[in-house]
């Protein structure tokens, strides 16, 4: 099979040094807990397979509530909630230790980075559905999508400031925070209902669930205008241009181009998906969100261009097209079209550039020597 990468693509990411700077609030306190507990596993168990694991738990629990809430109404059981916490626990957990797996077995190579960074992708879209269901957005459907917009660009951003300059920032309040702050919400929501969120905050005079929505985007936006910060002031490349030399604000392009669109189908939909078939339709539009926040990191990793446009990008033109042709087909079973090319595409460019990585650098994705020939256990660094 002919690589989806180029020799020189490959050649930068074995060169590639992983570099961050900072962290959050809550991580200070976890660190501790994550290296005592990286030392209860064994030896032999590869760093992407611990990732992989915590991201099919979280995968399950999310998928039982989305089978149960379709429209983010709240309507999933208790357990499917307390599931979700649980689910998201052990991801962000295991998701914690890989790359200190990966320094204590000497095992540590581009693709652990990749394929950690590739699964906080999928994980940040599950926990966006989770967080719609357990509040009952379904009330505020515009503002679902808002929502999940939102989160998602904000990983993609991320990434393009690592594009831009060459480190992973992290900040006061980060993914670790948004984290908990969901197990909590989930947990609210299955002991107590969504109804929980109709609870009138004294003296603001607004829902709970309000308030959840409106301190979400109030810390969205502050990380927002720091990744900004970043990207607008320190490139890496020649004349602050991105590790790649291309121009930092070209990426815009991608998000320019891909969100209008949920937009614009979500306010011309016949049938008003947003509001009757809320999940699916966020699967279908935003799920190439999740895409191009993978071709960002990988653009960064292999220092070469970002592209600015995808095939799977043609989804939602596609079904724009579908309405305004009179749904040549039925635009219930476009978007299960779509949400299942959107799936199949991602997993084909994950699966794709693993195994052209792992035959480059001689690795095996999934199980590892102990120790890794030529090499020495690290010091566990962030």
């Not at 962290?23 to 064994?42: A, D, F, G, H, T």
């Amino acid at each position: 099979m002919k690589s989806v990468l180029t020799e020189t693509q490959l050649r930068n990411l074995k060169e590639h040094k992983y570099s961050c700077q900072g962290i959050s609030i809550v991580e200070q306190y976890l660190q501790p807990i994550w290296r005592e507990l990286v030392e209860k596993l064994p030896l032999w168990v590869a760093p992407n397979l611990i990732t992989f694991t915590g991201l099919m738990v979280n995968l399950v629990s999310t998928a039982f509530i989305v089978a149960q809430d379709p429209n983010g109404e709240g309507k999933a059981t208790m357990w499917a909630y307390l599931f979700a916490a649980f689910g998201l626990l052990v991801y962000q957990t295991l998701d914690a230790l890989d790359g200190k797996q990966a320094r204590r077995t000497g095992s540590a190579n581009p693709l652990g980075e990749l394929f950690d960074h590739g699964c906080d992708a999928v994980s940040t879209y599950l926990v966006a559905l989770c967080g719609v269901s357990s509040i009952g957005m379904a009330s505020f459907p515009m503002m679902a999508v808002f929502f999940v917009v939102l989160l998602l660009e904000l990983n993609f951003c991320y990434h393009w400031q690592t594009y831009v300059c060459g480190k992973l920032y992290f900040y006061s309040v980060d993914v670790t925070e948004g984290q908990y702050t969901s197990m909590a919400v989930f947990i609210i929501a299955g002991l107590y209902g969504v109804d929980a969120w109709d609870y009138m905050l004294p003296i603001l005079g607004i829902s709970f669930r309000v308030g959840i929505i409106i301190g979400t985007i109030f810390f969205s936006l502050l990380n927002y205008i720091n990744v900004f910060k970043v990207i607008l002031s320190r490139g890496a490349g020649k004349n602050g241009s991105t590790v790649a030399d291309t121009s930092v604000v070209s990426p815009f392009i991608t998000p320019l181009i891909l969100v209008p669109m949920v937009f614009i189908y979500a306010s011309m939909s016949p049938g008003y998906v947003i509001q009757n078939h809320l999940m699916l339709f966020l699967c279908a539009l935003t799920l190439p969100i999740v895409k191009t926040t993978i071709l960002m990191m990988l653009a960064g990793m292999t220092k070469s261009p970002f592209p600015l446009v995808d095939p799977i990008m043609l989804g939602p033109f596609l079904a724009i097209c579908n309405l305004y042709l009179g749904e040549l087909v039925p635009e219930y079973y476009a978007l299960w079209l779509l949400a299942l090319f959107n799936s199949a595409s991602i997993v084909y460019l994950c699966v794709s550039v693993c195994i052209a990585i792992c035959e480059y650098l001689q690795v095996s994705c999934f199980t590892i020597l102990y120790p890794p020939p030529g090499t020495k256990p690290q010091q566990d660094g962030h």
